[in-house]
């Protein structure tokens, strides 16, 4: 596979933590993605944090095996890779919605004997800017390894838990601006966070986390990926289809089996326009 990253650019990831911004694909490209993914939003139902995607929609399917965002993780994290999650992350404009400081191996449960096994693209499909509530990161942070969390109750927080890191004062972080058709790339154990988006303009992201096929899954056992490039000689996971169609049956069933596994739900306009109606498919993960 060609190399899309210059050995600086992965000294800097190494050194940091994260790597912002790499181009992947063109903005005409972007604003296509973008249409397509809003054209299944007015389809479906709200794509925000809906549990893998890639598996019922084509559009996701396509952004995960984008080739040239594929290279560059395979220029971090070596030629075997999975894709263990990807989600939709969506600020509607002038929403009060944030994600405070956190570091994503926190609550996963994967682990492996070598930290950097694991590592997260978050790709623009419109402006992420400081206005518009772009994520900003603390060079260096991964070097740490975990950092404690402390849960709060905050309804405009994003993540699951509320959970947030105390970062010191003396801890200087940097914004990752991105155009349509960049993307970030950073190491599981970076602190990282975002504010809200008080911009005119929706702030839409695929977010993809990636992984070594060595990594384990401890929290969720029976856990599910799909083998990106390469091989999978460890099988820890249980190997993900690709869709053949938007929503068939099978796959929303797998969709969300998945996610009563890992204890997730739905958005209420997903589940009602999708997953009820398609229940006497949905049997139990064995």
Sequence with gaps: MPQLLSDLQRDCYRRDGFLSPVTVMSPPEAAWFRARVEAAEARFGALHYVVKPHLVLQVADELAHWTPMLDAVAD??????LLWDATFIIKEPTAKAFVS????????????????????????????????????????????????HRETQDAANVLSRSQTVEVGED???AYT?????????????????????????????????????RVRQTKHL????????GEDRHGHFRPEPRPVGD??????????????????????????????PLVRWATPLS
């Design 177 to 213: 601006e991105l155009q349509p058709g960049q993307m970030s790339i950073h190491h599981g154990w970076t602190l990282h966070a975002s504010g809200p988006n008080s911009s005119t303009d929706r702030r839409i992201g695929f977010n993809l986390n990636f992984v070594r096929p």
């Design 247 to 276: 929503f068939s049956p099978e796959a929303a069933a797998l969709q969300a089996a998945i996610a009563r596994l890992r204890g997730e739900e739905m958005s209420p306009e997903m589940a009602r326009s999708l997953i009820n």
């Design 101 to 148: 400081w956190h570091q994503d191996l926190t609550y996963w449960g994967l682990e492996s004997d070598d930290p950097d096994d694991v590592a997260s693209c978050w790709l623009a499909l419109s402006p992420a800017t400081i206005a518009s509530g772009c994520m900003r990161m603390i060079p260096g942070s991964h070097r740490a390894g975990r950092r404690s």
């Design 76 to 81: 971090i994290l070596g030629p075997d890779l």
């Design 171 to 173: 801890e200087t972080f």
């Design 222 to 229: 029976g856990d599910w990926a799909m083998l990106m490039r």
